[in-house]
Each structure stands twice: as structure tokens, then as C-alpha cells.
């Protein structure tokens, strides 16, 4: 199993531009989420998943979509990038059954200017 | 407000002396756990507690969690140098249903060889 994967490893985009965040699992894992970490901040939730079709907001949403189309799949879109966007980005997955063990892709180094 | 304090916020010891990182909050937790990350990599978890007072063991790492579940410390003994990494906890709080894991801010260890 190669897990939880993220394309691509590096971006920069000036502010303004579009991207999507590629992020897959072949884990069959139900759960999938995107979080954001930066300097002295931890870990924050985006966006969330419990199925495919089903998606919601974490505690911070704005200026991000997603969308879910299938179990393997979790895109994250900026749609309109800014500066305080600039971050790295962790997708997650999770079997809903259990302890909540999430696991996590390598993330994505996101610089916009 | 940050649910889960993490402290020290860095620490730089020699190997092979001993040590101990703190997760700490006001909140009640159903479940806590230990996450280390390594340069350019996602969190990788390294235990889930979820009774007060239990302490779990893996090699010369000692996790323990409260016993009001409130709190949780991770004791390193006889440090090495790959035990170098960014440590978080994350938890979910008790009686929050659907409550997502909150991730603390991260005590960033390196051990000096």
C-alpha cells in the first residue's frame, strides 16, 4: 500500500492564481481530512470528509474548497490565492471505526507571493 | 485560545539524558495521542491513550495520560539522536460526538550527539 499520497511536494503561485491539492489513499479508509500547519500554530483542520458525497468545515475554511467523488480521492482547491495561504498542507485519512488513528501524507509547501 | 498547550515549545538536550515533554489543558478528553514528525514528513502516530491514569510504553518512550484526562506527558529515557522531531499531541474531547482532534502547538526536540 503506498497510503496516503500528495502532489505536488512544492508550489508557488502568485496571488491571485487558482491550484488544486491532489491527495489519494488506497487504505479504503472512510475519513479524510486537510489540515494546514504553520510556525507555532500546530495543526489546523480545513476541510473534512466522512464519505464520499459527504464533505464539511474545519475551524478554518475560508478560501478553500473541497469535494469528494470517491472513497480515494480528496482534492483541496484555493481558488483565489492569497499570501496568508501560504502554509504546508497535510491530507489525513482515518478508519471511522476505532481510535481515530489518523494517518498522514508528506504534505504539500505552499508559498504564495 | 489554544485547547492543548505544549511545553517546552523547544528542547535541546544531549544524548543520552533522559526527558519530558507536556500536553496540558482545561478540557476533558475522551482519547489522547502522540504524533512525531520529522523534517519534511507528515506526523506519524506514536500511541493512543484513552484511560486515566495509563501509562503505555514503546521502547524507551513512556506515555502517560491524567487521571482527569486532562493532561498527558511523554518521558523520553536515554535520548538518541533519532529520536529528533517536532512531538504533538492531539485529542478529542469527552461528550463532543462529533468533535474533531485538536493538535497542540508542538515541542520541537534535538537531541545532540
Known amino acids: 500500500n503506498a497510503g496516503v499520497t500528495q502532489t505536488p511536494k512544492f508550489q508557488v503561485l502568485k496571488t491571485g492564481q487558482s491550484m488544486t491539492l491532489q491527495c489519494a489513499q488506497d487504505?479504503?479508509?472512510?475519513?479524510m481530512s486537510w489540515y494546514r500547519q504553520d510556525p507555532g500554530m500546530g495543526l489546523r483542520l480545513i476541510h473534512y470528509?466522512?464519505?464520499?458525497?459527504?464533505?464539511d468545515q474545519g475551524e478554518v475554511p475560508n478560501g478553500y474548497n473541497v469535494s469528494r467523488s470517491t472513497t480515494e480521492d480528496f482534492p483541496l482547491r484555493l481558488l483565489s490565492a492569497a499570501p496568508s495561504q501560504t502554509s504546508v498542507y497535510f491530507c489525513?485519512?482515518?478508519?471511522?471505526?476505532?481510535?481515530?488513528?489518523?494517518?498522514f501524507g508528506p504534505g504539500t509547501r505552499l508559498t504564495v507571493t | 485560545t489554544q485547547l492543548l498547550e505544549q511545553s517546552p515549545q523547544f528542547l535541546s538536550i544531549q544524548e543520552g539524558e533522559n526527558l519530558t515533554v507536556y500536553c496540558n489543558s482545561s478540557?476533558?478528553?475522551?482519547?489522547l495521542q502522540w504524533y512525531r514528525q520529522e523534517p519534511g514528513e507528515g506526523p506519524v502516530l506514536l500511541v493512543t491513550?484513552?484511560?486515566?491514569?495509563e501509562v503505555k510504553k514503546l521502547k524507551r518512550l513512556t506515555f502517560q495520560f491524567g487521571d482527569a484526562r486532562k493532561d498527558s506527558s511523554l518521558h523520553i529515557t536515554a535520548a538518541q539522536p533519532g529520536d529528533t522531531g517536532l512531538y504533538l499531541c492531539?485529542?478529542?474531547?469527552?461528550?463532543?460526538?462529533?468533535?474533531?482532534?485538536?493538535f497542540g502547538t508542538g515541542t520541537r526536540l534535538t537531541i545532540i550527539p
Open positions: 491513550v484513552v484511560t486515566g491514569g
Open positions: 487504505m479504503n479508509h472512510e475519513y
Open positions: 478540557s476533558v478528553f475522551s482519547s
Open positions: 492531539a485529542a478529542k474531547r469527552a461528550n463532543f460526538g462529533n468533535e474533531k482532534l485538536t
Open positions: 470528509s466522512v464519505g464520499a458525497g459527504i464533505t
Open positions: 489525513a485519512s482515518t478508519p471511522l471505526a476505532g481510535l481515530y488513528e489518523q494517518y
